[in-house]
């Protein structure tokens, strides 16, 4: 689904990202770790062609993600704030959205309802997005990410500033749509979400693949770990 | 207190807006040091020129007569463009430091601003020229202690009118139109409150005690701003962020990909408040023709043609020098969605011509004063339409500057860049290099036709024109998005 050659991104003198190769396969569930500076947004921003690659591409279904956009049709994506318009309310950002993938009101009246318990969109919707908390904003950005059913989605850092009920949500959330056969890619801190959610976990370290082991049992441990001893 | 003043200057110093743009700082400074110059120049010789223009009366009396009108001009000039100083007080509330010294500082702040030195540059040489010599000392001293007094009424004044009238528009029509009946009454003689405000004035000067009426008003505005600012001083705001009117602009969101780029981008301009700033800005632009439309400029082709420029596109000139800038806050959000470069550009297009439009129709009768009006701006409201907005957008892609939606538009240059001075050359030189051509070969009012019938294909071809701004665009994207995201 997803391949990386030869992919690097260099920033100055002081950071640079290197991955030689690597491919997520569809249905994968993959897991991305690594301290604050390891590289995971810069990863998961070249995915998404936010930002060009120094060197290497990144394939989408065969196509590199900066020369064509045909995977803008089937990639849903949340990173950070700036994927929402602040100024609409969350009702009439899902509009948005929804509208480019040919979806009318009533299927986000529908699709709403459905997830109601993630978000109740009817306690805001005369509240424009800037106002909103950053775990309501989060909420948006994640509930817009999956609005168009896509078939790769990408989060970063999503349990971020989410209440405990919201995270057990998503984790159940994410494990479904991974059941129906959604390729995902979701970066985080904590090592226990993400080993009970994920089929893959990839750990980045100051810009360099440095593990990418399948989940099992003994995985929270290998990882507790593995980080553990780096902080030392 | 120290400390409050070290954050402060660190916070101006190292604000990235100051690091980036040079060229605009240096040029503002010119044009404040050439306002200042002017303005002590004025205060020098005003008693030359106020014996000129009225003999039979004494010079000080004169000069407090246009005090009084600076004075009241000095308000409104103040209420759009003076900016108050604003420490971020959120991360202080909580620290040992008195709340006392948190809100005086930014009102002490105040007091070093451009506006009172302007202020003072107009008083002191006068002062120090005509009255110092002239009067006594107790007289001088009352006077000049009044007159200063007055601009720091000013400058506390400005922070009250701000703080509780910003955000209604109508409050601030009522009180620029009561300074302008003032204004007229006076210059038309009907009610002169400005010998009343100079015969106050020297009798202040005069009596020495009753100096302490302007100096109590002084402590009075200043704790009126005090009052308001402690009001303010929490964290949660006083309004509640629910909105109770909310626009729908459905019908537009069924017009596709283009129609919903549309409604989105109308609800940016109705909502954010530097966008909503520039529509009362460019109301301005649209009054221009009441200064150019007369007899010194009806004759001249190229006045008439540069006037006609800005009355046609005031509204998409003053919103779109910043295209693509607005999106500056969630730029990244175009590059994931499914929003072709494409239609991106045609969206804002198809806006610009609408408000082109609008200005178009709205200064057509313009007309009246004389029928050429007509004929020049319907052609430069074509020009406009197909060749200014692809200028404006293809400059548009060079921004890099991250604007913040809530700011006011007012003496505001947050992501302006050296792109946008280059623009204008081509944006006003180009049509006006075509009427040359064509005068040139004494074929003067061809010029305008010919601006007129290259806007006309170009927006017959228009199709072709956001093609090459998209591909700009396409070109310019990541250096863009990375800029916004600073």
């Known amino acids: 689904m997803i391949e990386i050659s030869n992919l690097s991104k260099v920033y100055g003198k002081k950071f640079s990202l290197t991955i030689p190769t690597l491919a997520i396969n569809k249905n994968e569930l993959v897991g991305l770790v690594g301290n604050n500076g390891a590289g995971k947004t810069t990863l998961l921003s070249l995915m998404l062609d936010l930002i060009p690659a120094t060197n290497g591409f990144v394939k989408s279904k065969g196509m590199a993600v900066s020369k064509s956009e045909d995977w803008k049709n089937y990639t ?121 959610i994920c089929s893959r976990i990839l750990i980045l370290d100051n810009g360099k693949l440095v593990k990418d082991i399948p989940t099992n049992s003994n995985s929270l441990k290998e990882l507790e770990n593995y980080f553990n001893v780096s902080s030392i | 207190m120290r400390q409050l003043i070290v954050h402060y200057w660190k916070e101006k110093v190292r604000s990235p807006f100051w690091q980036k743009s040079i060229f605009l700082n240096i040029l503002l400074g010119f044009v404040a040091i050439y306002l200042i110059l002017n303005f002590i120049a004025l205060s020098l010789f005003a008693d030359k020129i106020l014996l000129n223009a009225y003999p039979n009366q004494s010079v000080i009396f004169s000069f407090s007569k246009i005090l009084f009108y600076y004075f009241l001009l000095d308000i409104v000039f103040r209420f759009f463009m003076q900016q108050l100083p604003v420490i971020s007080i959120q991360p202080y509330l909580t620290l040992p430091i008195r709340k006392r010294t948190l809100l005086h500082f930014p009102l002490i702040r105040s007091v070093f601003s451009f506006f009172n030195l302007l202020g003072l540059v107009l008083i002191i040489p006068f002062f120090i020229k005509v009255i110092a010599p002239t009067e006594t000392v107790s007289y001088s001293l009352c006077w000049l202690i009044t007159v200063i007094s007055l601009i720091f009424i000013n400058n506390f004044i400005n922070f009250f009118l701000k703080k509780s009238f910003s955000k209604k528009p109508l409050v601030v029509i009522v009180l620029v139109a009561l300074i302008g ?17 100079a015969n106050f004035l020297s009798n202040v000067s005069l009596s020495g005690f009753w100096v302490l009426v302007p100096l109590a008003t002084l402590f009075f505005f200043y704790y009126l701003a005090y009052a308001l600012l402690k009001n303010n001083a929490y964290i949660e705001s006083p309004e509640s962020n629910v909105n109770t009117k909310i626009g729908k602009f459905r019908t537009l969101s069924n017009k596709g990909v283009i129609g919903s780029l549309i409604g989105s981008e109308l609800k940016l301009i109705l909502r954010n408040k530097r966008p909503k700033s520039g529509l009362y800005l460019s109301i301005f632009f649209l009054l221009y023709g009441f200064i150019f439309y007369n007899e010194l400029y009806l004759d001249k082709i190229y006045m008439l043609a540069f006037v006609g420029l800005f009355v046609t596109s005031a509204l998409a000139i003053i919103y779109y020098q910043y295209v693509f800038s607005w999106e500056s806050s969630f730029f990244d959000t175009f590059l994931v969605q499914k929003i072709s470069a494409n239609n991106f550009v045609a969206s804002k297009y198809y806006l610009f011509a609408l408000m082109c439009t609008v200005s178009y129709l709205i200064t057509l009768p313009y007309a009246f004063i004389n029928y050429k009006i007509a004929i020049v701006n319907t052609a430069m409201f074509l020009f406009n339409v197909g060749i200014s907005s692809i200028i404006i957008f293809y400059s548009g892609t060079f921004s890099v500057s991250f604007i913040d939606l809530g700011k006011s538009q007012f003496m505001n240059y947050q992501g302006t860049g050296a792109h946008h001075f280059i623009m ?20 003067k009012d061809y010029g305008i036709y010919a601006l007129g019938i290259i806007g006309a294909l170009a927006i017959i071809f228009h199709k072709y024109c956001i093609n090459f701004v998209s591909h700009q665009l396409v070109k310019q994207k990541y250096r863009m998005a990375c800029g916004f995201r600073e």
């Open chain 1, 76 to 196: 849903g994506s949340y990173l950070n704030e700036r994927f929402l318009i602040p100024y609409l309310t969350p009702t009439e950002f899902f509009e948005f959205i929804g509208g480019l993938h040919g979806k009318n009101a009533s299927d986000i009246a529908l699709f709403l309802k459905e997830n109601e318990a993630f978000f109740k969109e009817d306690a805001y919707d005369k509240t424009y997005i800037r106002d909103l908390s950053a775990g309501n904003k989060n909420k948006v950005g994640i509930l817009a990410a999956i609005l168009p059913k896509p078939e790769i989605l990408i989060l970063d850092e999503p349990f971020a500033n989410l209440d405990p009920s919201s995270q057990l949500w998503l984790k159940s959330k994410l494990k479904e749509l991974n059941n129906n056969g959604v390729t995902i890619v979701v970066s985080s801190h904590d090592l226990k979400h993400v080993t009970e």
């Open chain 2, 181 to 197: 009946l003032l204004l007229f009454m006076d210059v038309t003689g009907t009610v002169s409150i400005s010998i009343v405000f």
């Open chain 2, 424 to 443: 204008m050359i081509p944006l006003f030189g180009l049509p006006l290099l075509i009427i040359w051509l064509f005068d040139s070969f004494g074929m």
